[in-house]
């Protein structure tokens, strides 16, 4: 998959031949997907899939990194992380289709959901796209939002959830379970010196934090799966730190600093606390601890 934060160097010699879905795609849940998956299925009628992803610079529910890793593996051809500046936003709906839509990307089908909006003062809509279909040369496919348990599947429905704790409805928005990734860093070690060893994974910049508190997870690490319990939180027990995630894994006792693991939060068990002291924060952990034991733990995917 190409990436460019450069619209000018997608259709520099002016022959791509585009089908284009534009959004802001935080999350990249299903109803996302069945755009994407319409336009890289339009390979089979020579068109270049590409993929529009607003920026709008504000923690995702995916961080950029983990975007482009689900996009790759959906098989687009074209990225483009478009900054949403003043200029861009100043455009009227014609001057969208014809300067950004056609000169710069060469679309040919363009598909969006039937509420897509665009142009100065959002003033374009599909109704929008179809009246200049003829003039530009390219045509539209719209689709209705899919729903699960009778409500419209949003970004904002899976930052709700995620606000909740409610990891279930967010694996039925994504289509997959949520997780935080990245490489395994040293924490304070207090953890190992109560019998809890943790792996630690900050959270990226841009990554929305779910609802803080005590998870059972799996956790991969390779390609082997373990089960554990995980703390979402910023530790105020023991200061004011920045969000990340500690992990208990049961019966493991590995060093895998440096190495890169997922963790995938299953059930919410309790919120982040402060504790008195460090007696009664060992309590809790051993209580939660058994607690997690006797979940019913799932698999991943």
Known sequence: MNITYDIDEINSDGQLRSAVTIGKFDGIHKGHQLLIKKAVG???????????????????????????????????????????????????????????????????????????????????????????????????????????????????????????????????????RFSIKGEIVHGNHLGRNLGFPTINIPFAHDKYVPRKGVYSSLIMIGDKVYRGITNIGNKPTIGDYPASSETFIFDFD?????????????????????????TELTGQLAEDTEKVKACNFPEIH
């Open 42 to 176: 339009l390979k089979k009628e020579g068109l270049t899939s590409v993929v529009c992803i607003i920026d709008m610079q504000r923690p995702g529910i995916l961080s950029c990194d983990e975007r482009i890793e689900i996009l790759n593996r959906m098989k687009v051809d074209w990225l483009i992380i478009l900054r949403f500046t003043d200029s861009f936003a100043r455009q009227t709906p014609e001057e969208f289709i014809s300067g950004f839509l056609k000169d710069k990307l060469g679309a040919e089908k363009i598909i969006v959901g039937n509420d897509f909006r665009f142009g100065h003062n959002r003033e374009g809509n599909v109704n929008t796209l179809k009246q200049f279909e003829n003039k530009y040369g390219y045509s539209c496919e719209f689709y209705e939002k899919l729903e699960y348990d009778r409500k419209v599947i949003s970004s904002t429905y899976v930052r709700d959830a995620l606000s909740d704790g409610d990891m279930e409805t967010v694996r039925n928005l994504l289509g997959r």
């Open 254 to 278: 590995d060093d895998v600093y440096g190495k890169q693991a997922e963790i995938y939060p299953i059930d919410f068990i309790r919120d982040e606390k402060k504790f008195k002291n460090i």
